[in-house]
């Protein structure tokens, strides 16, 4: 089945830095693969996604890399803001499969 | 519209007793999927719903758990004999299609202790 490795675990950047979390899986299968952020007590919320097809996504400050060959895919968040400060997770599946999550990155920001 | 609802939002239990969390999925979402999350750590795959299919149940960690979903919709996540390493917050998610094609939108989970 999937595994999904993330890394780094902590991450902690000053205000206006950029940020890079990335993530490797291991099934070549696979062909989603969504990021979610995770605030303190509350619920995953699903922030960016990408499909196998593409090998870059962009919306605003965030940005999702895919390397298809190398199976890995990365989130970048630039300008980074106190109010991104959270618990990130990617994912990976393929048709048909539950999502297999990362173990999960917890950014700060510092002002 | 409404979103994945899970009750209770918390449930406290002693060890050996059995327990019963519910998830009530976004209205037309043919996927559900049931999630734990231990303190500090990462999502981690239970059990997972799609139509009528029969369910994938590969990420259940013992035969004390169980969860059916109802009609389509409604899903209940059963531990029997509760132990301590059950202690998580329990997470429900759905999605208006399977896989790759369904964005998977989360309730707000159950946090289990059992003591």
């Known amino acids: 089945g999937e595994n999904v490795e993330q890394h780094p675990s902590t991450l902690s950047v000053q205000e206006g830095d950029s940020a890079v979390i990335k993530c490797t899986y291991s099934d070549s299968a696979s062909n989603y693969f969504p990021w979610y952020k995770q605030e303190l007590g509350k619920r995953p919320q699903l922030i960016i996604d990408?499909?196998?097809?593409?090998g870059e996504k962009k919306d605003q400050r965030i940005a999702v890399t895919l390397n298809k060959t190398a199976k890995h895919f990365s989130l970048h968040i630039t300008e980074t803001q106190p109010e991104d400060s959270a618990v990130y997770f990617c994912?990976?599946?393929?048709?048909?499969?539950?999502?297999?999550f990362g173990k999960g990155t917890t950014l700060s920001v510092s002002s | 519209g409404a979103g994945v609802s899970q009750s209770p939002s918390n449930k406290v239990t002693e060890k050996g007793k059995d327990v019963e969390l519910r998830c009530d999925p976004i209205?037309?979402?043919?996927?559900l999927y049931w999630y734990r999350q231990s303190l500090g750590q990462g999502l981690e795959f239970l059990i997972y719903?799609?139509?009528?299919?029969?369910?994938?149940k590969s990420g259940l960690p013992s035969d004390r758990f169980s969860a059916e979903r109802t009609g389509g919709s409604v899903s209940t996540l059963t531990i029997q004999r509760t132990q301590q390493e059950d202690s998580a917050v329990y997470l429900c998610?759905?999605?208006?299609?399977?896989?790759?094609?369904?964005?998977?939108?989360f309730g707000p989970g159950t946090r289990l202790t059992v003591l």
């Open positions: 994912a990976a599946n393929q048709a048909g499969t539950a999502l297999i």
């Open positions: 998610a759905s999605s208006a299609t399977s896989g790759s094609r369904g964005t998977q939108y």
């Open positions: 209205s037309g979402h043919t996927a």
């Open positions: 990408i499909r196998s097809n593409v």
């Open positions: 719903f799609q139509g009528n299919s029969a369910p994938d």
